[in-house]
């Protein structure tokens, strides 16, 4: 068997068609595989994992692969699909497109992590006065990944594929940034790239997948199978991390423990409960870090909640991991995530000084960098509003803006328009027609 580990590119893989596969880069590593780029932009592949890291010659793929391919998937959805099985090693062919990264980029670690440590350049001047180095990395490398706005949309577009399984009684099952995948610009594609653990959902029994830290309390402690709200709740903790730079559980009982466990008149443990306090946390046994009325596992760091999620959004993160922590018939469906996400990403402007993007219409000022307002353009319609910054001449207006939410075309160009903010003019382009009557737009000034 050749060697197997994050130095193979340029290895050689066939598939059952006879086509051979030159491997790249590895893009993701999760506990159930591997993902290889290759050296076609549109193409990678994926390669399960036994428990010591190596190709699991075990796996029954020829079965999965055609379990997969009967379920009802709704009609272009984003999901890569198996194209082809490997020939002499276990794995499979898949879709990717061209520029591809998982959500995983938006985190600091790896050669990223490296590549800050090594950066011996000055902080930019916002960031000079922060007294934790690795903390401000961090807030440079959330800034250069597009910060909140880029990741509000990334979110909305995923939660709307997972919107769009679960109406077809789907369950993704494993949802975590390494299996959710998005193109290049603010704009950009996301594709959800594992379908290994794809099917209906059962009334009893079924496969219990998920990713350490992201696994629902009723899978962690095995007394249920994957279903939609597990996928609810994977994805809200996916989406408070990359939001908010903390896990929803890791607090100040697991992070100061010495604070809070340990005393003669501590409370004992429930029944079942690991004595680990990370291991306690993923299992629901403490409290949401911004539980609003058990500040015991209060949060420790992190960004304001304020600023990177809209009222709405922190009502989603409140219900799910409060009552949805022990009752998870309570937390909201996918259809309200990819609403809410989508409505915070379009009142959220990036800030020309430092780059990080916050809810310019509640801000006087950048509240990073104290950079003023800039100008910006308020589209409103009776169902929508979206904010459009000043600086930008040729705009789109999305499909969301005139039409109900649609899960699938959310994100079209209904309309496409130039906008200039001095003459405080903005005109269809031709060929789109005229805009709608209850169009309306606010030119809003520079804050002074």
Same mark, same amino acid.
């Given at each position: ?25 590895? /893009? ?6 591997? @993902?290889? %780029? ?38 272009? !959805? ?5 194209? +082809?099985?490997?020939? *002499? ?5 898949? %879709?990717? #497109? ?6 995983? +980029? ?9 590549? /800050? ?5 000055? #902080? ?5 006065? !922060? ?42 099952? *494993? ?44 899978? !962690?402690?095995?007394?249920? &199978? ?48 690991? &004595? ?18 058990? %500040?015991?596992? +209060?949060?420790?760091?992190? /960004?304001?909640?304020?600023?990177? &999620? ?38 959220? #402007?990036?800030?020309? +000084? ?10 006087? &000022? ?18 929508? *509003? ?8 040729? @705009? ?21 328009? @130039? ?24 030119? @809003?000034?520079?804050?002074?």
């Amino acid at each position: 068997m050749r060697e197997f580990d994050k130095r193979q590119g340029g290895a050689s893989l066939t598939d059952e068609y006879g086509n051979v596969h030159r491997l790249a880069d590895e /893009l993701a590593r999760g506990g159930q595989g591997v @993902v290889f %780029r290759t050296s076609d932009a549109d193409l990678a592949i994926k390669q399960p994992l036994d428990a010591a890291g190596q190709p699991d010659r075990r796996a029954n793929l020829r079965d999965r692969f055609r379990h997969i391919r009967l379920l009802p998937l709704p009609a272009r !959805v984003p999901v890569s699909l198996p194209l +082809a099985i490997l020939r *002499d090693e276990p794995g499979y062919v898949m %879709r990717l #497109l061209n520029g591809m990264q998982s959500f995983e +980029a938006f985190n600091v670690g790896g050669k990223t992590k490296k590549a /800050l440590d090594d950066d011996d350049a000055a #902080l930019p001047p916002w960031l000079s006065k !922060v007294p934790d180095r690795e903390m401000a990395l961090r807030l440079l490398h959330y800034a250069n990944t597009g910060s909140t706005r880029r990741r509000l949309f990334a979110l909305a577009r995923c939660a709307a594929i997972l919107a769009r399984l679960h109406s077809a009684g789907l369950v993704y099952g *494993d949802i975590s940034t390494n299996n959710a995948f998005i193109g290049e610009g603010t704009s950009g594609e996301v594709w959800l790239i594992d379908a290994d653990n794809m099917r209906f959902e059962l009334a009893s029994a079924g496969t219990a997948v998920f990713t350490p830290g992201y696994g629902a309390p009723e899978l !962690v402690r095995r007394t249920d &199978a994957s279903r939609p709200r597990t996928d609810c709740w994977a994805f809200a903790v996916m989406a408070f991390k990359l939001l908010a730079l903390c896990h929803p559980f890791i607090g100040k009982k697991v992070l100061e423990p010495e604070e809070d466990e340990g005393g003669w008149d501590d409370e004992p443990l429930e029944d079942g409960a690991p &004595a680990d306090l990370d291991e306690r946390a993923y299992a629901g046994y403490l409290p949401f870090v911004d539980d609003e009325n058990d %500040r015991s596992n +209060a949060s420790t760091g992190g /960004l304001p909640r304020t600023l990177v &999620a809209t009222q709405g959004l922190r009502r989603l993160f409140q219900e799910t991991f409060n009552a949805g922590r022990q009752h998870p018939h309570r937390r909201p469906t996918m259809a309200f995530w990819a609403l809410e996400l989508a409505r915070a990403g379009d009142r959220s #402007l990036a800030c020309a +000084a430092c780059g990080m993007s916050h809810f310019v219409d509640t801000q006087g &000022a950048c509240p990073y960098c104290g950079a003023a307002r800039p100008p910006f353009v308020r589209a409103k319609t009776a169902r929508w *509003d979206i904010l459009l910054p000043a600086g930008t001449a040729e @705009v789109a207006l999305p499909h969301r803006l005139f039409h109900p939410f649609s899960f699938e075309h959310n994100d079209d160009t209904a309309y496409e328009a @130039v906008l200039d903010f001095s003459n405080k003019t903005i005109v269809p382009v031709r060929g789109t027609g005229p805009f709608p009557d209850d169009l309306s737009f606010e030119f @809003v000034d520079a804050e002074t």
